[in-house]
Nanobody, 115 residues
Framework: VRLMESGGGWVQTGGSLRLSCTTS????????MGWYRQAPGKQRELVAF???????NYADFGRGRFKISKDNAKNTLYLQMSNLKPDDTGVYYC??????????WGQGTQVTVSS
């Protein structure tokens, strides 16, 4: 499974970005998928994920501002981010969990929010 993120960039506080994660095969029905992020000097943290059954889940900091979705026809996972804050700055990674001990990762896409 290969994952490729895109859509990162620079935005001012209050702005929006949509991240995309395209997969090499359709795995949405078998792999929970989602997004992590890592800020400079901090540990990687979960942002949001979609379960096998399609339910979406969010970290507290993203609830109400972020929306995760998928397009099965395009093998693409999205993360729509609104009302962005400087604390949202970091590298955002797409992941797909194949099993309890196997997780596939994308290469990451940089998001920078200026104050």
């Amino acid at each position: 499974v290969r994952l490729m993120e895109s859509g990162g960039g620079w935005v001012q506080t209050g702005g929006s970005l949509r991240l995309s994660c395209t997969t090499s095969e359709n795995i949405f029905s078998t792999h929970p998928m989602g997004w992590y992020r890592q800020a400079p000097g901090k540990q990687r943290e979960l942002v949001a994920f979609i379960s096998n059954g399609g339910s979406d889940n969010y970290a507290d900091f993203g609830r109400g501002r972020f929306k995760i979705s998928k397009d099965n026809a395009k093998n693409t996972l999205y993360l729509q981010m609104s009302n962005l804050k400087p604390d949202d700055t970091g590298v955002y990674y797409c992941f797909a969990r194949e099993s309890w001990d196997t997780v596939h990762w994308g290469q990451g896409t940089q998001v920078t929010v200026s104050s």
